[in-house]
């Protein structure tokens, strides 16, 4: 649950940041922005990290839910006419880098992607089933209670 309230807004942070800081300095100077670029990657582990990891499905589906909404702020704009800006909260930093991301639609992908692997029904499991128990054979599990729903009885 902490995975799901710390990681998106880092993800988002080092998403804008990265494409903020590669944008400027390839445009500008001609640099290869080896730290930006290190940042982005990172970001990267920590997006695989909430899209396959079996910790919590409410990191995914949080991060899906706050990457969606804020992908879809241009769309509702253009469409509605409301004028929030949520660029204007944000440091100088991380202005460019999301209002890049937002326009061109990668925070709405990211979003719907994030929702969509928090829907599978494994994610929403436990990691592992208690055994079987049966009270007739004692404390432990029973040996005639089959691991393999395809054997028939319990063989040595």
Do not use: H, K, N
């Amino acid at each position: 649950m902490v995975a799901g309230l710390l990681l998106p807004p880092l993800t988002l942070a080092g998403l804008c940041y990265g494409t903020d800081q590669v944008a400027d300095q390839t445009r500008g100077v001609f640099q290869v922005p080896w730290p930006a670029i290190g940042v982005l990657a990172a970001t990267g582990i920590v997006l695989a990290f909430l899209a396959g990891s079996r910790i919590s499905p409410v990191a995914s589906l949080l991060g899906g839910l706050a990457f969606t909404a804020l992908g879809l702020l241009p769309l509702v704009r253009t469409v509605s006419g409301l004028t929030f800006e949520p660029q204007e909260l944000l440091p100088a930093q991380l202005r460019d880098g999301y209002l890049a991301l937002a326009s061109l639609g990668l925070l709405l992908v990211l979003g719907v992607a994030l929702l969509a692997v928090s829907a599978f029904p494994s994610r929403w499991r436990a990691a592992a089933e208690p055994p079987l128990t049966s009270s007739a054979y004692g404390q432990g599990p029973s040996p005639y209670l089959p691991e393999d729903a395809t054997r028939p009885m319990y063989r040595e």
